[in-house]
């Protein structure tokens, strides 16, 4: 059974920093690219990041690029989000997702989400 | 980068109904475009992927059509338990982006 849990959520002030991580199991982790997906509490989601099976290639979305770094540790089966300069705009609940197809970065959709992790950026 | 026009941003229907959701983007990204379903505090769920690819487990009141920029969702016989938040979005190239969503809403 596929499983993906984030954690490392919290409140942070602004300016602040923030690593979020995503464990996954119950498949061959780096056979897959993995993105971030947020959700601004009662609106929609908004991509955020992006990284491919073998960690070589990111994408961010221009909202939080050169504050959001997205990485992997494929010995460990985990998704990292390193998030520095917080600001208010990022609070939101922070899935990671599996994206459908193998060693493809995005085609197919995410077929697996993890709970989320809720991100509270407020002084 | 590519824009996402999903519509409508809310439908109220009754359960039996047949409910269609539309999303448009600003170019053309063949058949890649997934749909998802979202309820209440809990994860999205990818109901169909590659445009009419529908997910194992999903119910076939739900199917997927069109190619290039225009695409629908449509829930043939509503169920109660379909009533949710839908997003569409785009898996062809970066940026990613979904659609607004549409809330479905018991009439």
Same mark, same amino acid.
């Given at each position: 059974e596929v499983q993906l849990l984030e954690s490392g959520g919290a409140l942070v002030q602004p300016g602040g920093s923030l690593r979020l991580s995503c464990a996954a199991s119950g498949f061959t982790f780096s056979d897959y690219a993995m993105s971030w997906v947020r959700q601004a509490p009662g609106k929609g989601l908004e991509w955020v990041s992006s990284i491919s099976y073998s960690g070589t290639i990111t994408y961010d979305a221009e909202s939080v690029k050169g504050r959001f770094t997205i990485s992997r540790d494929n010995s460990k089966n985990t998704l990292f989000l390193q998030m520095n300069s917080l600001r208010a705009a990022d609070t939101a609940i922070y899935f990671c997702a599996k994206v459908t197809l193998p060693e493809k970065l995005a085609n197919g959709g995410f077929d697996y989400w993890g709970q989320g992790t809720l991100v509270t950026v407020s002084s | 980068?590519?824009?996402?026009?999903?519509?409508?941003?809310?439908?109220? &229907?009754?359960?039996?109904?047949?409910?269609?959701i539309t999303c448009r983007t600003s170019q053309g990204i063949y058949t890649w475009l997934a749909w998802y379903q979202q309820k209440p505090g809990k994860a999205p769920? !990818?109901?169909?992927?590659? &445009?009419?690819? !529908?997910?194992?487990?999903v119910p076939s009141r739900f199917s997927g059509s069109g190619s290039g920029t225009d695409f629908t969702l449509t829930i043939s016989s509503l169920q109660p338990e379909d009533f949710a938040t839908y997003y569409c979005q785009q898996a062809n190239s970066f940026p990613l982006a979904f659609g607004g969503g549409t809330k479905v809403e018991i009439k």
């Open positions: - | 980068d590519i824009q996402m026009t999903q519509s409508p941003s809310s439908v109220s &229907a009754s359960v039996g109904d047949r409910v269609t769920k !990818l109901l169909i992927s590659a &445009a009419s690819s !529908l997910q194992s487990g």
